[in-house]
């Protein structure tokens, strides 16, 4: 089934300025994760967010998460032209099952 | 920080063909995974494997699938015949089940060509 579905599909953005990205789910959730995949390498764990949480930063990442309206957010602030990457959202996951992915946003960030 | 090691990075192989991918998760761990990437595609999961066997698993999982734990530090897939829609990254992850998170690692991937 889709469970993460991300907008938008690419984004391209200058150096400096703030990056958004968003995700939608179909069903209910106990935590939403956001992974981060640089062009043909592996999936990176960027930052995990529960059902009971609406906020949470970890350096430069701000993700929010609204369980009515099943839907989150990725904030890159100040962004670098190393963050340059595709970004997928992903539901489930650990003993809970395996982990579904959205298809990603694919993030262009130019010097 | 640990990591999950996949080898190899890129295989090429003749339509039907087995292929065996390889991936050593991280050593405490508990669940083990393997995911696929279509170029261009999303990552979708194919199996997840838990106590010496296979918890859950996806319907591209068919026959020609197999998943195998041969020792304590191996996980194995191996694809029978392979197809030439088989080709794609696969990812191999694991998780710990004692963290606090449900944070899984993930492999660097074997990119698999099917020609």
């Known amino acids: 089934s889709q469970q993460g579905e991300e907008d938008p599909q690419a984004l391209s953005i200058q150096e400096g300025e703030n990056a958004t990205m968003n995700c939608s789910y179909k069903?209910?959730?106990?935590?939403l994760q956001w992974y981060r995949q640089n062009s043909g390498r592996g999936l990176v764990h960027l930052i995990l967010?529960?059902?009971?949480?609406r906020e949470k930063h970890s350096g430069r990442l701000r993700v929010t998460l609204d369980t009515s309206k099943k839907s989150s957010s990725l904030l890159i602030t100040a962004s670098r032209a190393a963050d340059t990457a595709s970004y997928f959202c992903?539901?489930?996951?650990?003993?809970?099952?395996?982990?579904?992915f959205g298809k990603g946003t694919k993030l262009s960030v130019k010097p | 920080e640990p990591e999950v090691t996949q080898t190899p990075s890129h295989q090429v192989t003749q339509m039907g063909q087995e292929v065996i991918l390889r991936c050593v998760p991280i050593?405490?761990?508990?669940?083990f995974y393997w995911y696929r990437q279509i170029l261009g595609q999303k990552v979708e999961f194919l199996v997840s494997?838990?106590?010496?066997?296979?918890?859950?698993k996806s319907e591209i999982f068919d026959d020609q699938f197999s998943v195998e734990r041969p020792d304590g530090s191996n996980f194995t897939l191996k694809i029978r015949s392979t197809k030439l829609e088989d080709s794609a990254m696969y990812f191999c992850?694991?998780?710990?089940?004692?963290?606090?998170?449900?944070?899984?690692?993930f492999g660097s991937g074997t990119q698999l060509s099917v020609l």
């Open positions: 992903a539901t489930g996951g650990g003993s809970q099952g395996n982990l579904i």
């Open positions: 992850a694991s998780y710990g089940a004692y963290s606090t998170n449900e944070k899984l690692f």
């Open positions: 494997f838990y106590n010496n066997e296979i918890s859950e």
């Open positions: 050593s405490n761990h508990l669940y």
């Open positions: 967010i529960r059902s009971n949480e």
């Open positions: 069903t209910s959730i106990n935590n």
